[in-house]
């Protein structure tokens, strides 16, 4: 099995170009599937996720062709399964949004329960909730999510709670819905802004997305479209945390800063220097230690879960003590018992974590346990005495597209092995 060895200690240097979005590429491959004609995605980042997706696509009949820039052209028309197998569920919990699109094209849809993962239970009942509201017949049987309906009819649903997952399958659904949707208390992510976008160019009819009440007028048919993935906010995010925590100086290139205000004010709380241009968003720490932060973790536009692991690491080698408050998975501390191997002074209770800044860890072997895990391990590693070795980097490749060469131009000594 690979794993990756980090030998910490370099001030991260340079320019790092941002890829596309995993979490908005992965709805928006699905999108696809609502259109009669092909439909071209461009800025599609190589993640062992979006092959997974593919394969699903695939799997259900769709034409995949991918050009020489990785763009991916998705020809719905030959589509002949509306079942989307275990197999391809259990490794890709984005995989249960199918279950919109196809059930709006097709009038049903079998989609296999993601389950839960590492990082919590994950349920799905506010997707099922929200397309019975919009009048689709839905049983749980076998482990299968089995929906109906002759055609969707618009409707006003509010969400219980904000579900970014939920608000992308009932959005979906509802573009091909006859009459209004009105989705209440809805996710207003950058990628769903993204996803919003692809579907307009598709034809849909949509306003509202980045407000929380989004307002869909369904229409007969989408027709075929081009669309660019929005720039990936956590990657980026990622990768200014490196700088941070390492005392360098990092230009973000090909970034969306309009994305991402809550871990840009996080990182000037730190002491980080941030200058945005255009698309170019630069990290300077002027060789400083960066300060511990308090966050808490909620639903866009707040401070994202996908970050907290990242800012975890840096508050371990930060001055003075930060505490890190989790408010949407309830298992995603499994970063913390190995950054406690590295040296790091942790204590969990409950959704919050109290980290008290050390001077330095020191390298050791670890293990990622899940996605934005895996990086917080990088990440210490980069500020680590010795060597940090981190097993199972499966997780990674899930959603940083090539993290150690992007690491590497930075000046950091990183390597891939195995
Ligand atoms: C609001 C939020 O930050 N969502 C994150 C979530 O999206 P993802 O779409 O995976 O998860 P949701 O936004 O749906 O989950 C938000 C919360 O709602 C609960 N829930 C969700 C669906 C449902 O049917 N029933 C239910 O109870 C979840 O358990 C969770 O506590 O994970 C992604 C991957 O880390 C992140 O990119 C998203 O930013
Ligand atoms: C946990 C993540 O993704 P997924 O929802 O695909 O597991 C993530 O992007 O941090």
Same mark, same amino acid.
């Given at each position: 099995? #690979? ?6 200690? /370099? ?42 997706? @593919? ?13 020489? %820039? ?24 984005? $995989? ?21 993962? !590492? ?13 019975? @509201? ?5 049983? =749980? ?7 109906? @309906?002759? *055609? ?10 904000? $579900?970014?997952? !939920? ?45 929380? *009440?989004?307002?869909? +007028?369904?229409?007969?048919?989408? +027709?075929?479209? $081009?669309?660019? /993935? ?23 290139? *090909? ?7 809550? /871990? ?21 720490? #002027?060789? *400083? ?18 970050? #907290?692991?990242?800012?975890? @690491? ?32 942790? %204590? ?5 974590? =109290? ?19 895996? !990086? ?35 000046? !950091?000594?990183? %390597?891939?092995?195995?």
């Amino acid at each position: 099995m #690979q794993k990756i060895v980090v030998e910490g200690g /370099v001030a991260l240097n340079g320019e790092v170009r941002i890829s596309g979005a995993k979490n908005a590429v992965l709805p928006i491959l699905f999108a696809t599937l609502l259109a009669d004609e092909p439909v071209a995605i461009s800025n599609v980042p190589h993640l062992h996720d979006v092959v997974t997706s @593919a394969k699903l696509l695939a799997e259900i009949g769709a034409g995949i062709s991918i050009d020489e %820039r990785y763009g991916i052209t998705v020809d719905p028309t030959t589509v002949h399964s509306q079942v989307a197998p275990y197999e391809l569920v259990r490794t890709m919990r984005a $995989s249960v949004l199918v279950l919109g699109p196809l059930l709006a094209k097709y009038g049903h849809a079998e989609v296999s329960l993601p389950g839960g993962c !590492a990082i919590g239970s994950r349920p799905v009942d506010l997707h099922i909730k929200g397309l019975q @509201a919009l009048g689709a017949q839905i049983t =749980v049987e076998n482990g299968f999510i089995k929906a109906r @309906a002759s *055609r969707l009819k618009g409707a006003r649903h509010v969400f219980e709670m904000i $579900s970014v997952g !939920a608000t992308e399958n009932v959005l979906m659904a509802a573009t091909l819905a006859e009459g209004t949707t009105v989705l209440e208390n809805a996710a207003m992510e950058p990628e769903i802004v993204d996803l919003a976008e692809c579907l307009r160019a598709m034809g849909a009819q949509i306003e509202g997305e980045a407000t929380g *009440r989004i307002v869909i +007028h369904g229409v007969e048919r989408l +027709h075929g479209g $081009s669309h660019s /993935v929005v720039p990936d906010r956590i990657e980026t995010g990622t990768f200014l945390v490196a700088a941070a925590m390492t005392g360098g100086r990092v230009t973000a290139c *090909r970034a969306r800063p309009d994305t991402m205000e809550a /871990v840009l004010d996080k990182l000037v709380e730190a002491g980080a220097v941030i200058d945005c241009a255009g698309d170019r968003i630069t990290l300077d720490m #002027q060789g *400083r230690r960066p300060k511990a932060v308090d966050f808490t973790t909620a639903p866009h536009p707040a401070f994202p879960t996908d970050m #907290q692991a990242q800012f975890m @690491a840096m508050n371990c080698i930060a001055d003075g003590v930060g505490v890190v408050t989790e408010t949407i998975f309830e298992n995603r501390f499994m970063h913390v018992n190995e950054l406690l191997r590295l040296g790091a002074d942790i %204590r969990v209770d409950g959704h919050m974590a =109290v980290v008290r800044g050390v001077e330095r860890l020191s390298g050791a072997p670890v293990m990622a346990t899940d996605l934005r895990a895996s !990086a917080s391990l990088i990440l210490a590693g980069l500020v680590a005495s010795g060597e940090t070795t981190i097993d199972r980097i499966y997780h990674l490749d899930r959603g940083y597209e090539n993290i150690e060469e992007k690491l590497s131009g930075l000046g !950091a000594k990183i %390597r891939r092995i195995g």
